[in-house]
């Protein structure tokens, strides 16, 4: 006879058997039985390969609707938006407009960028971020389908010592209340920065400990984490189910340490994408801050490499 937990878990695993893709059936498989239940509550990983348009950045500000449709055509289905910040707009358009626009060519937009504004431009706030109108920035989100808000980087100004880090931590929470009410997951992104220790402590590690785990994920840029010097796989161990989003980036073998197309440099992706479930992945974005020639040359490689060799993550 069944108890109460063999019951549920028997059941659960056929509402996953039912709901999950086979790419995440396999990935929600490396779990432990019972924590299947608490994975299919948090929702299984998209399927989607994405591009953060930053690194189409220049073609998209000539003709949004040219670069979309070569994004689209290279075999993209979902884009993290870079614009919005100061602007109030995605690429000049407000979130109607956009969102045919993605719609047109098969895209979405589940991710976007904003800044956290305590920087001022030429002596006024800016508008669209954390601190100055956040609101608006939050129903425009909403609007344009986007699933995620990403706090995408701090200047130098806004850095500060662990204080402000701590001080951010809430800033962070608060902005991330409000993205919950919309139904959007607030996430920070971070570079290498977050990894210079003060008095023997990562400025990241003061940022995921004083932030709610549940509002507040983050997007891991493999690239920048590697470069600091630190192992992404340990920090899926030290804080599970964080890191909901990704950034895939390579680093070439070189002093320099420059970025490359995923899959022609250092960073072990298959390693890395073997422990998703433990991080709490559930997209990732393709990014290559500069490119050696043409950008849309570099995302054909990068997905090309993604297709053939992380498929079955």
Known sequence: MQNRRSFITSTGLLALGALLAPRGARALGKLAPWDLLTAMAMGRPSTDIGLQLYTVRDAMAKDPAAALAKVASIGYTAVEGATYTGS???YGMDSATFLALLKTNGLTMPSSHYRLGEELEKGEPVQGTLLHDWD???ADAHAAGVEYMVCAYLSPAERGNLDHFKQLADTFNKAAEKCKAAGIQFCYHNHDFEFQPQNGTFPY????????????KME????????????PVSLFGKYPGRFALWH???MDNSPVKKFTE?????IDFKNIF???SQAGMKRFFVEQDYCPGDPFASITQSIAYIK??????
């Open 262 to 266: 995923v899959g022609n440099g250092v």
């Open 88 to 90: 109030e707009k995605f």
């Open 248 to 250: 895939l980036k390579d």
């Open 205 to 216: 590690d003061i940022l995921l400990s004083n932030t709610d785990p549940e509002l507040v």
């Open 274 to 276: 073997a422990h998703a």
């Open 308 to 313: 053939k060799n992380l498929a079955d993550w």
């Open 220 to 231: 891991m840029d493999l690239y920048w984490v590697t470069k600091a010097g630190q192992d």
């Open 136 to 138: 608006r920035a939050v």
